[in-house]
Each structure stands twice: as structure tokens, then as C-alpha cells.
């Protein structure tokens, strides 16, 4: 059995306090905007996940990985398999979005911008991998 | 023996022995993970060869087998080892 030590007990809470703070600050912009009950759902929705999230890693591996601490190094290799297939379905959405939008006779904002993002981040990390080896 | 670049077939998973030298040692799946400080889930993949595994854990894993690496590991099992 795995012994949950302090730092593997840091890592397993970094995600569900991110989803809380996360909800808390759509909660805060909804609310702003006049929201303030879907801002309240917002919040629930992701501290919900921050829960589940929290109850799942401490029960199985996958749990671990959803929770960013993934339990060895084949898990952390599908970790970054699924995050690299994110990456791919937001691209092609951004395409998408954009030839929708430029076919409606339309500058294609806000996904040129969301695109040019994507592929100078894409470039730079490229770049400071091959830099650092 | 004959070099054999392996560069361009690196996404083929490798032919392993790491099933037979854990139970000649009497080990459960559990029991090696443990060893390794990986999920059993993870030795099992190893086994049935749908992953490989980066270079330290298999160091890691011929050591804990007392063998060298490339008898545990084999990226062309087919070829003429003496060749």
C-alpha cells in the first residue's frame, strides 16, 4: 500500500484547491456581471470536482493522475498523452471556429487570436526544449 | 555482435523476459511494483509488452533480476545474436 507522504499529500491537494479558487473566482466575475446564483452553481460544480477529485486519488491510480499526481512514470506518460489530445481537440476547435467564422464573412475573432496563442506557445516550447535538452 | 539502430522503431514495444525472471524469483506482480515503486498495473503493461519503460526502471529492473539489461530487454528478438 502507498504511504501518502506530505509532499504527495501537497500534490494530490494542488488540484481540487485550484478547482475551489477557481470556482470561487467564477462566482466573484458571474457575480459581477449581475450573476451572482450561476456564479453559486459555478462554485458548486468545481468544488464538487475539487471533492471528487480529492476522494478518487486517495482510491485509485487514475484518481492520482486527474488529481496531478500521477503514481509512476507510465502514468505520467498517459497524463501527458491525454493533455497532448486536449491540446489537439482545442486546435482543431480554434480551426473550426475560425473557418465558421471567416465563412460568415467575419474577421474569425476571437480564434485567430486563440490560434496565434496556441502556435507561438507550441513554437516557444519547441524552442526552450531543444535549448534545454 | 552486429549494432542494430533502433532510433527509428522506437514507438514498438520491446520484447521482455521481466514475467519469467519474477517468477523465478518467487514474486507476485504486487511484490515487484513494490520493489520498482511502481502501480502493479504498470509491471503488467511491461509484461504483455504495451509499455515500455524508460531506461532508469529498466536498469532498475535488470539490476533487481541480477541480469544485464538486454537479456531483459530485447528490441529485436528475431536477429542473430551472434551475427
Known amino acids: 500500500m502507498t504511504t501518502l507522504g506530505e509532499t504527495n499529500m501537497v500534490r494530490r491537494l494542488a488540484v481540487p484547491i485550484t478547482a475551489v479558487l477557481l470556482g470561487a473566482a467564477a462566482w466573484a466575475a458571474q457575480a459581477l456581471g449581475g450573476d451572482f446564483l450561476g456564479g453559486a452553481v459555478s462554485f458548486a460544480i468545481l468544488a464538487a470536482y475539487g471533492i471528487l477529485v480529492l476522494v478518487l486519488s486517495s482510491r485509485s491510480d487514475v484518481g492520482r493522475v486527474l488529481a496531478g499526481d500521477p503514481p509512476d512514470e507510465r502514468y505520467r506518460a498517459i497524463d501527458m498523452r491525454a493533455l497532448a489530445a486536449v491540446g489537439l481537440v482545442l486546435i482543431l476547435y480554434v480551426i473550426g471556429g475560425f473557418l465558421w467564422e471567416q465563412a460568415h464573412g467575419r474577421s474569425g475573432a476571437p480564434f485567430t487570436l486563440m490560434g496565434a496563442v496556441a502556435g507561438l506557445t507550441y513554437l516557444g516550447f519547441v524552442i526552450y526544449g531543444r535549448l534545454g535538452g | ?83
Open chain 2, 1 to 83: 555482435m552486429t549494432f542494430v539502430p533502433v532510433s527509428s522503431k522506437l514507438d514498438i514495444a520491446m520484447k521482455n523476459r521481466v514475467a519469467e525472471f519474477r517468477s523465478t524469483k518467487g514474486l507476485t506482480q504486487a511484490q515487484l511494483a513494490a520493489a520498482m515503486n511502481v502501480s502493479r498495473q504498470t509491471i503488467n503493461s511491461i509484461e504483455t509488452e504495451r509499455y515500455t519503460p524508460s531506461l532508469p526502471l529498466a536498469i532498475a529492473l535488470a539490476r533487481y533480476f541480477e541480469r544485464p539489461v538486454e537479456e531483459v530487454f530485447d528490441d529485436n528478438p528475431g536477429r542473430d545474436e551472434h551475427g
